[in-house]
């Protein structure tokens, strides 16, 4: 896979429109983006849904522990007006709802797995099974993660994904993490990561993709480092960029 973009939309467009929502994702779109990346959450009665929390309360008008929720009531739930009125009645997409909007605008996905325990098949063969049905270009498909188990358990059920190893701090074994999943990049904070750790996690043959930067002038050294795409709130902040697409 070529990565054609340095600009990726986070959890859509997370300053455009309330985070992991269709609307989101469609203000990615018009901001200009190719990508975006969004978040997928395994809830009760085998539900995955988009979204980012462990709680219902910051971005929705629910409460309690997010994957004790049923998908009738996560159907429920205002997830818009946290963020503005224009917003009110948005709701929190299935990942299937996902899918079908992002395909709809021609846009590729970044996935990211949201688990943070061991028991990963609770999560991955479910997402892998629908990523099977419903995502038509492995091309325009990157799946990423804090856990590394659940990226191992995706790359024993589909060896073709792309898969990326997501770090808030690089640890010193990046290497061999990388090397288990055949990882396609290393996603990683940007106040974190040092020339260093750039240069040889370029060397190594991996892509290098940097979250959550909404400053370009944050991230201007970064290029030089080699870079290949920001992961960011607002694609618009970046959009003289988008000759180079």
């Given at each position: ?132 049905d419903h995502w038509h270009d492995n091309d325009k498909l990157m799946i990423s993660s804090f856990n590394l188990a659940a ?95």
């Open positions: 896979m070529e990565l054609k973009t340095k600009v990726i939309g986070h959890r859509g467009a997370a300053l455009l429109a309330p985070e992991n929502t269709l609307a989101s994702i469609r203000a990615a779109a018009n901001a200009g983006a190719s990508w975006v990346e969004i978040d997928v959450y395994a809830i009760a009665e085998g539900g995955l849904i988009i979204f980012h929390d462990d709680q219902l309360d910051r971005c929705t008008d629910g409460q309690g522990i997010t994957k004790e929720a049923r998908p009738t009531d996560i159907a429920q739930l205002d997830a818009g007006s946290h963020f503005s009125a224009d917003f009110a009645g948005e709701r929190i997409p299935t990942l299937l709802e996902a899918l079908e909007c992002i395909q709809s605008l021609g846009l590729s996905l970044n996935l990211e797995i949201k688990h943070d325990t061991a028991d990963v098949e609770v999560i991955v063969p479910a997402v892998m099974a629908m990523l099977r990226l191992q358990l995706c790359y024993d059920i589909g060896d073709q994904r792309h898969l990326a190893p997501l770090y808030e701090i690089i640890p010193e074994d990046w290497a061999e993490q990388l090397a288990s999943v055949k990882a396609y990049s290393l996603n990683c904070d940007y106040l974190n990561l040092t020339q260093a750790h750039a240069k040889a996690i370029k060397a190594a043959g991996y892509r290098l993709l940097c979250y959550t930067a909404n400053d370009a002038e944050a991230v201007a050294d970064h290029w030089q480092w080699g870079m290949d795409a920001v992961i960011t709130d607002d694609p618009t902040r970046f959009a003289f960029l988008s000759n180079q697409d």
